[in-house]
């Protein structure tokens, strides 16, 4: 058997990127093709009284203008079980006659170069009326704060009469007392009321058992996801079928979100995806943008480009939720705790909300495991950019807030921070989060955290480390820092899809988004392991919709490996099961007694070839070539492989294995930092990181993310935040300069990173996700260091800049106001 | 900012005049631009004057191959190779000087090519990723390396990566993993996955000179 999973390879489209021959969407052209740019709003909120395009129109190379009023409405979606969800009609849209937040596009012009576009757009007259706005959610939550909409600065639904079903989300006002906000100026989060609000076990007995109880406040920023390829699309159409080249983080599921955008039908949608720049989230499906080129084509009968530029793509392209958290925390003398109490007060565009805060408790009690737990949350909408999901959405701010304080209180009990995290660690089916209805806690399928910690200590040299952490030479001071870290990791129920065809090769077909992880290819290896063939015997097809693909999961909260490698591994039994009913028609004996290897199907002195098989199966046809497909399957699935009927043996089939649990991965990272007392200025001198998900299935991928998302995490304790004009209500930051990525020379040259490698008893490849995990890991084991180096309360929010560090040390305590928002 | 000033934000907003709010733009220095960027493709161009008037047809030397192309005086490099000679393989991240994903070769040195005027490269030599290969496909060494260490995620930015690091190996030929990783550190990875490229690219300076692994 040629063993595939847990060896490292070349993926297949790695040729065409190192020789530029790979293709995003802006590298491609089509004949006659128009360039569109976009009209923004200059203020964070206002409605557009009135807008003169005669000037425009007029211009010679102008050829096509929209506005939003153009737009078609967007379709309701309908989920794999039936159930419709209502489009939102208060949420985002390409194009606005009332922006929410300054950058927003409120029109667009197609025309024969940009330069054309950009003059059509000066000479358009735009009569705007400037509305209330806030770009604050604490200022906005006060009795008398404005909010980002007449309607209001948070979603919910209007309460109905009992038995009758539950009202549309809307957004309605939610403000605090002047009471809420007594401790407001000692720094102290204010706590009112929340939207979400769950408990278990004695938070009371638990806090008055407590040798030590904190109470600590902690505010992170915003932060952009800084993909490297803006979200430009090109987009034309053929008779009916929309074309669009566009970059996402999943192929299939981007064509519904498009279907619903523009309200066409499925099957005339064509997306070509081979190569995206970056996701991290922020184009799970798509970019809703990508309607403005697509209707501009039609409108102008050409195929349109829009390129993103750098600061649209601030604007547009997606913000990680910033987050103020209050945390009570109370531990016994051994550094077990007893009872954590949680507030997230999480910040929202004024479109749809992004679960980030109510979502981030789950993971706290998962990983520290405490006996007794409340967490409340409340997220509020203000006039700023759509928030988007961002590697690790809800769990990396919930645990930026609440790492510090399991950190504050090891100094203070005196114990090992490796050991207090050790001790309070999960294990195995650990449970987490509040009761169901049912009235139990969920689990999820499996924990190796404590395993985790224990390699990563070893790796890093803890012990060695931590005696020298704290210690000061000359004007610098080293520290030593750990975190442990967790998210969901892995869907299930998704399709797998390939032909074995009379050639021998295993032609594979994959829906996934080919942003960078290399999921796109990894997972299949599993199935063309079970086939027995070398890589260099599978053909994997990948970005193009109007070739066949199967229904697939989205890249993003680290689903794909876990969902994917069930999926390969459906779709490989059911090629496999085929081979065996075959191999026993043509040469005797019963399918169970023949084993698939090494290309053919065998048993004992009895064998036939898989290009054999494939032949056999055109012949028989039925479920052997895909001509009776099952019917558990997506339609997505079923029209993929429909087209591909006849041509070989089909491997088709639907992840229906059980799982007892909810998906989990957790990370552990250690940081060792410099900080020179003098000036301020930190330096992350080295970081080694140990992952717990399960089998790995391509280790130098894995390497990848968890040091690469280690390093994203970083980036939120270094430098990224948003900045906004506080009395204007615009952004300050829009550029990279301005919220600046790590560079390769911010972060340490020699980091590691290891793996626990347990399978996960609860999925057949034992493969789970390391997407996100990694991010707090690498954000607080860097904000632990600095800690470690300088003590407590030097800093209360993160990230942590070199000004604040030095205001600090200079007088003593923290100096910067903690709670304002994009400062 | 005080804890007054956070106070009276929420009495601000109706307040705002659009002269105001449009003084408060230019003193904070920032605006909502879109006069950045700007492709032009010439269809339009010969029916607006232009003072200090630039000959537009012009000679290139692009990856060894002599080009005419026609060029507008404020065209930059980038735009020239992506829209005039097909050369997508350079990439546009920002357009302007900030994350080193167009960075090309001008008579060997690693330049951002969004940042250099194309008439201002008419008597150099100018090299993309596309002519790193020989003609018969075989990479160039620091190609090389990346295949073999599978360097890059995205890889939206290998490209400017490849380039800088070809650049810098001309002066440098032995470089540590230290200095290779200051002479590409014009360059920005949003993927974050500067050590498996360090990797990579270090693995292609020892191939460049011809350094075998057992």
């Known amino acids: 058997m040629k063993k595939l999973v847990g060896e490292n390879y070349t993926t297949p489209d790695l040729l065409a990127k190192v020789t530029g021959k790979a293709r995003y969407a802006e590298d491609f052209r089509a004949d006659g093709m128009l360039f569109a740019k976009l009209l923004l709003s200059p203020l964070p909120h206002a409605r557009i009284r009135s807008v003169d395009t005669s000037a425009a129109e007029a211009m010679p190379g102008v050829r096509a203008i929209l506005r939003a009023s153009e737009l078609p409405a967007p379709a309701d979606t309908v989920t794999d079980l039936g159930e419709t969800i209502r489009a939102n009609p208060m949420g985002e849209r390409a194009l606005t006659d009332e922006p929410v937040y300054a950058g927003e596009p409120v029109l667009a012009v197609a025309a024969v170069d940009e330069e054309t576009a950009v003059a059509a757009l000066e000479a358009i007259q735009v009569d705007w009326e400037p509305l209330p706005f806030v770009v604050d959610p604490l200022v906005s939550l006060r009795p008398d704060g404005p909010s980002p909409r007449a309607e209001g600065n948070t979603w919910g639904r209007a309460p109905v009469e009992s038995g009758k079903p539950p009202g549309p989300l809307t957004v309605m006002p939610l403000k605090w007392k002047a009471e809420d906000f007594a401790d407001y100026d000692q720094g102290k989060m204010p706590m009112g009321e929340p939207q979400i609000d769950w408990n278990y076990g004695d938070l009371e007995a638990g806090f008055k058992n407590a040798a030590l109880v904190l109470d600590e406040t902690f505010s992170m920023a915003n932060n952009q996801h800084h993909v490297l390829e803006p979200r430009t699309a090109l987009a034309y159409w053929r008779g009916d079928k929309l074309h669009v080249h566009t970059g996402t983080q999943s192929a299939v599921q981007t064509v519904a979100s498009i279907s619903r955008w523009m309200n066409i039908p499925l099957e005339k949608v064509v997306l070509i995806t081979e190569y995206t720049g970056g996701g991290f989230g922020s184009r799970a499906t798509g970019a809703v943008i990508c309607m403005v080129p697509a209707i501009l084509a039609k409108k102008a009968n050409a195929p349109v480009m829009l390129r993103i530029t750098r600061e649209e793509e601030q604007y547009i392209g997606g913000i990680r939720p910033g987050m103020h958290g209050r945390v009570k925390a109370g531990f016994a003398k051994d550094g077990r705790l007893t009872a954590l109490d949680l507030f997230l007060i999480g910040e929202n565009s004024a479109y749809e909300a992004q679960g980030d805060a109510n979502s981030g408790g789950r993971f706290i009690s998962l990983l520290y495991q405490p006996p007794a737990m409340r967490s409340r949350s409340i997220t509020v909408l203000t006039n700023t950019p759509p928030r988007r999901a961002q590697s690790q959405p809800g769990g990396l701010q919930a645990i930026m807030i609440v790492e510090p304080v399991i950190a504050k209180a090891a100094r203070q009990l005196g114990i090992d921070q490796v050991e207090m995290r050790r001790l309070n660690a999960p294990e195995g089916k650990a449970l987490w989060g509040p009761a169901g209805r049912d009235g139990k806690r969920g689990y999820i399928t499996s924990a190796f955290l404590k395993e985790a910690l224990d390699k990563g200590a070893e790796l890093f040299d803890w012990k060695t480390r931590q005696a020298r952490s704290g210690k000061r030479t000359g004007s610098t001071v080293r520290g030593s820092g750990v975190a442990v870290s967790s998210f969901v990791a892995g869907s299930t129920g998704f399709d797998g899809l390939f032909v074995i065809k009379p050639d021998g090769k295993m032609y594979v077909k994959s829906g996934v988004g080919n942003l960078g992880t290399e999921s796109v290819f990894d997972v299949h290896r599993v199935a063309a392991e079970m086939m027995g063939l070398r890589w260099d015997q599978v053909e994997v097809a990948w970005g193009d919709t109007s070739h066949p693909l199967p229904w697939t999961c989205v890249s993003g909260g680290s689903q794909t490996t876990h969902a994917m490698t069930r999926a390969a591994h459906a779709a490989a039994s059911d090629a496999i099961a085929k081979a065996q009913e075959i191999a026993a028609q043509t040469l005797g004996g019963s399918p169970a007694s023949y084993r698939v290897a090494d290309g053919r199907v065998s048993a004992g002195g009895r064998s036939m070839s898989l290009a054999d098989v494939a032949k056999k199966a055109i012949e028989l046809g039925g479920k052997y070539d895909g001509h009776t497909l099952p019917e558990n399957i997506n339609k997505v699935t079923t029209t993929a492989a429909t087209a591909l009927a006849g041509e070989g043996l089909m491997g088709v089939a639907r992840d229906t294995y059980p799982r007892d649990g909810t998906t989990v991965s957790f990370v552990a990272g250690f940081a060792e930092v410099e900080v020179d007392v003098e000036t301020g200025n930190y330096k992350v001198l080295d970081y080694t990181a140990v992952g717990d998900s399960g089998t790995i299935i391509h280790p130098r991928a894995y390497g990848a993310q968890v040091l690469g998302r280690s390093v994203l995490g970083m980036s939120h304790t270094l430098a990224l935040k948003t900045v906004y004009d506080q009395h204007y209500g615009v952004a300050l930051a829009t550029r990279l300069h301005q919220s600046r990525p790590p560079t390769i020379l911010d972060v340490p040259r020699n980091m590691k990173w290891d793996a626990v490698n347990l399978p996960d008893p609860e999925t057949p490849v034992g493969a789970r996700g390391i997407g996100e995990p990694p991010v707090a890991a690498g954000a607080c084991a860097v904000m632990n260091a600095i800690a470690a180096a300088l003590g407590d309360d030097v800093f209360k929010r993160a990230p942590v800049t070199l000004d604040s560090l030095l205001m600090a040390l200079e007088h003593g305590r923290p100096m910067q106001e903690p709670l304002t928002a994009h400062i | ?214």
């Open chain 2, 1 to 214: 900012m005080s804890h007054d000033d956070a106070h009276r934000l929420h009495d601000v907003p109706a307040s705002v005049s659009r002269r105001n709010f449009i003084k408060g733009v230019i003193a904070g220095g920032a605006g909502v631009s879109t006069a950045a960027y700007l492709f032009r493709s010439g269809t339009l161009v010969s029916g607006q004057a232009r003072t200090g008037a630039v000959e537009r047809l012009i000679t290139l030397t692009v990856n060894g191959q002599t080009r005419r192309v026609d060029v507008a005086p404020q065209e930059t490099l980038a735009n020239t190779l992506r829209y005039k000679l097909g050369l997508t393989g350079t990439k546009l991240g920002c357009d302007r000087a900030e994350c080193g994903a167009c960075t090309v070769l001008v008579d060997d040195v690693p330049r951002y090519s969004c940042s250099v005027l194309t008439h201002s490269v008419r008597t150099k030599k100018v090299q993309t990723i596309e002519g790193l290969a020989d003609p018969d496909g075989t990479l160039h060494p620091v190609q090389a390396g990346v295949v073999l260490e599978q360097g890059f995620q995205c890889a939206f930015c290998m490209s400017g990566f490849i380039m800088a690091t070809v650049g810098y190996l001309k002066k440098h030929p032995s470089p540590t993993r230290e200095e290779l990783a200051h002479g590409v550190s014009g360059n920005l990875c949003r993927c974050q996955d500067y050590d498996k490229i360090l990797t990579a690219l270090h693995r292609g300076s020892e191939l460049a000179r011809g350094v075998t692994r057992g």
